[in-house]
């Protein structure tokens, strides 16, 4: 479970698909252990790489990875303190007030660095302010729901489906899924490229802090989602919800993937370490990935490596993530049609009554139908379907990629629905939205 060098230096390994329950007076230990000081790393050598061995790319690069940590940071400090009170037992409640410790030392040593080595602003406010502008669209949704989920522990503190939500978006979403991909990448390119040594022995310190807090939250997830299937739902809701907007985090402006090449980072290999994090973070908890819609639709019994080509071509269909516009293709429909026919199969084919036809005024048609058992889409027009759908192509990839509600698409007659209607009022729940 743990790659060790000394008592006081363990990073615990989560990227197995099964390990031991979490001891949480050891994770105590671990901290007590491990402490150190945001202040004490010289960042002098760190000036001078920045300056000298960066090239322009580099570090225009640098400034967007890191104006998200140190955002990202801060807004997990601010709003961890509800759990403290949220918490179930005594050793939760201890172990959480070390993470909002290590939460704040993590802001201060991403402040450090942008102040001493990138030379932005001259307090905590303003280095925040001064980076805003690189937060992208997914990272501002992402962190803007946190901000929702945990003002709303604050004021329900015994609500327990919200508490495994606010779990399950901060330790597995935010910190498994985001925050150590980014260490682990960080940490390979700075070696490779032999730079920034302070900061690479600051990013290792976080490294090892961030793995405790995600074995917090694997344990206390999985002890959550086994009390009721009403925590379960709530759990799967939310990661339904915020997992598309969590592959925005990630993505360049402009899908400028020169971002991530200058440092030799292969893009689909950070989308599937990603992937792979969540997918075993998620099964260790007790939820199966093949439980979460939103990794239904990426293929998620195939190899991560293939969920990340996908996560990919649908971001530059625009299908997932705001960095570009949506675009309605031959190739970008039938990306939509393959996850929506994914997520059909998964449900059982009594599901569906009869076929179902999509007309749109401006492209090919496409239909869904259970053919030999099992769900299938394809182009063209089906035989007595059991209900239709009209709409331009764009709107349907609007209503698919939850951009445009389908009611109000309707009430303004840009969708329109004939045929079973108690079918139209399922097909949310069968299509996976």
């Not at 709303?152 to 606010?166: D, I, K, V």
């Not at 269909?317 to 939509?336: C, I, K, N, R, Y």
Request: a negative charge; one cysteine or more; hydrophobic letters at 45%.
């Amino acid at each position: 479970m743990a790659r060790e060098t000394a008592d006081t230096d363990v990073e615990l390994d989560l990227d197995q698909a099964a390990g031991p329950a979490i001891d949480l007076t050891r994770l105590y230990k671990l901290w007590e252990g491990g402490n150190w000081s945001a202040f004490a790393i010289d960042l002098s050598q760190d000036a001078v790489d920045w300056r000298e061995k960066l090239s322009p790319k580099q570090r225009e690069a640098s400034r967007w990875n890191y104006s998200m940590f140190v955002h990202g940071e801060e807004a997990v400090a601010r709003t961890l303190a509800p759990f403290v009170t949220a918490a179930l037992t005594q050793e939760q409640r201890i172990f959480l007030t070390t993470q909002i410790v290590d939460e704040a030392r993590h802001h201060v040593f991403f402040d450090r660095f942008m102040r001493e080595v990138m030379g932005e602003g001259n307090s905590y406010g303003e280095v925040l302010e001064a980076v805003r502008p690189e937060l992208t669209p997914g990272f501002r949704r992402v962190f803007g729901e946190l901000d929702r989920l945990t003002d709303q522990l604050r004021r329900q503190p015994s609500n327990r489906p919200l508490y495994a939500q606010c779990i399950a978006l901060y330790h597995i979403v935010v910190e498994g899924t985001l925050a150590h991909p980014g260490q682990r990448f960080m940490l390979d390119y700075m070696s490779q490229f032999d730079v920034l040594p302070g900061f690479r022995e600051g990013i290792a310190h976080i490294a090892r802090d961030e793995s405790r807090h995600m074995a917090f939250g694997v344990q206390t997830l999985g002890e959550l989602v086994a009390e009721s299937p009403l925590i379960r739902r709530a759990v799967i809701r939310l990661l339904n919800r915020a997992l598309p907007w969590a592959v925005g985090v990630l993505t360049p402006p402009r899908l400028d993937f020169d971002y991530l090449r200058v440092f030799d980072i292969n893009i689909e290999d950070l989308y599937a370490f990603s992937l792979k994090s969540l997918e075993t973070k998620l099964t260790r908890a007790g939820i199966q990935p093949s439980e979460v819609v939103a990794l239904v639709k990426l293929g998620v019994s195939d190899p991560p490596s293939a969920q990340a080509a996908r996560t990919l071509a649908l971001m530059r269909a625009g299908m997932v993530s705001d960095a570009v516009p949506l675009d309605v293709s031959e190739d970008s429909m039938t990306l939509l049609f393959e996850a929506l026919e994914r997520v059909a199969a998964a449900a059982p084919p009594s599901s569906l009554p009869g076929p179902i036809q999509w007309e749109f005024s401006d492209a090919e048609p496409w239909y869904l139908a259970i053919e030999r058992g099992a769900a299938t889409v394809r182009r063209g027009r089906v035989a007595n379907p059991a209900l239709t759908l009209r709409s331009t192509a764009l709107d349907w990839a609007r209503v698919a990629t939850e951009r445009l509600d389908p009611r109000w698409a309707m009430a303004t007659r840009r969708l329109s629905v004939s045929g079973d209607w108690r079918l139209a009022l399922r097909l949310p729940a069968l299509l996976g939205a």
